[in-house]
């Protein structure tokens, strides 16, 4: 049992790895440069938060996994909208901090703000407690948009 929670927990912490490597060395050079809205949480906050939103998204994946009964038909929905917002999740930092696309990356996160609704919305019958772990990943999302707008909206791209 223990290892099925630590893996599902662990899971979504290796795309945060992953894009850790893009936004180390982009923090101190490329986004320096932006123009960001005077609200924007501290650099420092990042690291804290997701790595407490990536651990309650993972153990709540976990127990849709355990009372769906493992990776059944019944898990085909809740698991697979999880899973798509986790691709999506994870490729968000690459497309703003390595290919410095600001639309690319509003219009990406929006899908994901939506991704995960929709895993949420398929939760709820299964099992509530992994609802409400989502609860400050959306309200997370909602703070990331508004931001992302702010940048795109004040850091026009040249070519456009």
């Not at 609704?117 to 909602?142: E, G, R």
Request: aromatic share 16%; net charge positive; glycine share 8%.
């Amino acid at each position: 049992m223990w290892t099925h929670i630590l893996g599902f927990t662990a899971l979504p912490h290796v795309g945060g790895i992953v894009g850790s490597l893009y936004t180390r060395t982009e923090v101190s050079t490329w986004y320096k440069t932006l123009k960001k809205p005077a609200w924007r949480p501290p650099n420092r906050v990042f690291p804290i938060a997701w790595t407490t939103l990536y651990t309650g998204m993972g153990y709540g994946s976990y127990l849709i996994w355990k009372d769906v009964g493992g990776f059944t038909s019944a898990a085909s929905v809740p698991l697979g909208l999880y899973g798509a917002q986790l691709a999506l999740n994870w490729a968000w930092t690459p497309i703003f901090f390595g290919a410095h696309n600001l639309k690319l990356a509003l219009v990406e996160i929006v899908i994901l703000s939506g991704t995960v609704a929709a895993t949420m919305v398929s939760w709820y019958p299964i099992n509530k407690t992994a609802t409400l772990l989502m609860v400050p990943y959306l309200m997370w999302l909602t703070l990331a948009s508004s931001l992302s707008y702010c940048i795109w909206r004040d850091n026009p791209d040249k070519d456009e």
